[in-house]
């Protein structure tokens, strides 16, 4: 198998008002990348940041490789300025979308990798005809929203059904994910794994962030 265990804190949860010294607090304790939730008040009943604020962190940052995770109604409208704000891995969902190829060959035009999102409640069925052309598969583990919600172990069938079927699958969990649950993430075959409060909230990031990793490495061996 040649993916790799990559641990993404979302910093959903973090002091937003010190974003860039929380983002590179969690670098420095050796997150492999960075998941910024974009929310637009619609596709979910939340507000969060846009581009700006990610292209303002894009300046104190240099090189972390970014994902958005955009839980937007109309992801196609934030692709250039998303591209210039710097983010490297474009994830959007694929529910509110009608044409999700031409979306995204527009991310990877605009030089970005891309990334299908889907919610609990739907099937992994629904995404199956675009794997080919996704770089990245997010199984979503809470329902889209908020920060700190309760994982749903109930979505690792789809999980194992994914890495069964696509051993070579970049496939990220995201909702509820910390030390208590990873294991049941990583024996379904995730690998990309998104962590809010229990990471950002941890008093040892770094050991919450290399324990989550070895877990996961574990499986995938
Ligand atoms: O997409 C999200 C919510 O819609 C967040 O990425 C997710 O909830 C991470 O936070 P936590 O680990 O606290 O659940
Ligand atoms: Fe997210």
Redesign the pocket.
């Known amino acids: 198998m040649s993916v790799k265990a990559k641990i993404g804190p979302?910093i959903?949860?973090a002091d937003l008002a010190n974003l860039a010294a929380e983002s590179q607090k969690l670098l420095d304790n050796g997150a492999d990348y960075l998941?910024l939730?974009v929310?637009d008040g619609n596709f979910?009943p939340n507000l969060t940041f846009g581009h700006p604020m990610v292209k303002s962190l894009r300046n104190k940052i240099k090189t972390a490789f970014f994902e958005t995770?955009m839980?937007v109604q109309n992801p196609a409208q934030w692709i250039s300025p998303m591209a210039d704000a710097g983010v490297n891995l474009y994830t959007f969902h694929i529910e509110p979308v009608d044409d999700v190829c031409m979306v995204s060959r527009l991310v990877q035009e605009a030089g970005m990798k891309v990334g299908l999102a889907i919610k609990p409640g739907t099937k992994v069925e629904d995404l199956e005809k675009y794997i080919s052309i996704a770089d990245v598969v997010l199984v979503?583990t809470?329902?889209?929203?908020?920060?700190?919600?309760s994982f749903m172990a109930d979505m690792m069938p789809k999980v194992k059904w994914l890495r069964q079927n696509y051993p070579n699958l970049d496939i990220e969990v995201?909702?509820?994910?910390?030390p208590k649950t990873i294991a049941c993430c990583a024996k379904a075959g995730a690998n990309m794994i998104?962590?809010?409060?229990?990471?950002v909230g941890a008093t040892d990031q770094r050991q919450v962030i290399r324990e989550m990793r070895d877990v996961v490495q574990s499986y995938l061996k």
């Open positions: 979302s959903l949860n998941h939730d929310m979910v995770h839980m979503m809470v329902e889209p929203g908020f920060g700190g919600q995201d909702g509820g994910v910390g998104v962590s809010g409060t229990a990471v």
